[in-house]
């Protein structure tokens, strides 16, 4: 492998989609972290079953919006005026700015469906704030990895919601396998089972950094990583802590 250009067939073709979705290349130490995570989530089955997928600490605007899924579909919008710091992700910019996937479940045709479904999303600064990621606030799903009563809080397809205590940053998701049960993960660590009745999911997209149609933005709270698909199994759930694990230690 030279040291100017990494050799195209050493990476996997999900990264190469990625990598020529980019304005501007990446240097080759970061297209091997990139594909690091990759190919961990390629691996076990998790890309597959996956809508959107997001590497939101990313050295570019640009780069940090593309869903890696599907380069061009579901690439991130921003929405008055969030902020991004390279190799540190986004925030809300003090009001309401958020990025929006254009991802509508109850439109879509995609894997995230009634029954199967998961989202998940990392924070490296979690203040007390609203939903870091959701749709139509009460209506539907969202997560909250630090509530203003320090709770991890998560509803997927339900009316009800589900918490457990949190004060810190980390990696937060929630996992749907049926019309009963979901699962809550911190650092994936299993924290939540419980059980919650599906309803229809709203017609609206789901928000990184607000509960896009439910008004909240997570003011004060910094994203990293971010994903939304069908069910994961808790392997493929732990493979996508290791993949937000390898880029968390690449951009520091």
């Not at 100017?4 to 999900?14: E, F, K, S």
């Not at 890696?68 to 809300?92: E, H, M, V």
């Not at 049960?181 to 017609?203: C, E, L, Y």
């Amino acid at each position: 492998m030279s040291t100017g250009r990494l050799r195209i067939h050493a990476i996997r073709p999900q990264t190469a989609a990625y990598i020529a979705a980019m304005t501007t290349r990446p240097a080759d130490d970061e297209i091997l972290a990139i594909d690091s995570a990759i190919r961990l989530i390629v691996d076990t089955g998790a890309f597959a079953k996956l809508d959107g997928l997001y590497f939101l600490a990313s050295a570019t605007d640009q780069a940090s919006r593309i869903n890696i899924i599907n380069p061009g579909t579901y690439n991130l919008t921003k929405i008055n005026s969030p902020r991004f710091t390279a190799n540190a992700g986004w925030d809300a910019n003090g009001g309401a700015g958020y990025l929006d996937t254009g991802f509508n479940p109850s439109t879509a045709g995609g894997k995230f469906t009634q029954n199967s479904a998961c989202m998940g999303i990392a924070v490296s600064v979690a203040a007390q704030a609203n939903p870091v990621f959701g749709n139509n606030g009460t209506g539907s799903s969202f997560l909250t990895a630090r509530s203003n009563s320090d709770t991890f809080a998560c509803r997927l397809n339900s009316a009800g919601s589900n918490n457990v205590a949190s004060s810190s940053n980390g990696f937060f998701a929630a996992s749907r396998a049926s019309s009963t049960t979901v699962r809550g993960f911190k650092n994936a660590n299993q924290v939540i089972s419980a059980t919650n009745a599906t309803i229809t999911p709203p017609s609206a997209s789901l928000g990184i950094l607000s509960d896009n149609g439910g008004a909240r933005y997570a003011l004060g709270t910094t994203v990293t990583f971010a994903f939304m698909g069908a069910n994961l199994t808790g392997r493929q759930m732990l493979a996508m802590y290791q993949a937000y694990q390898i880029l968390a230690n690449y951009y520091g």
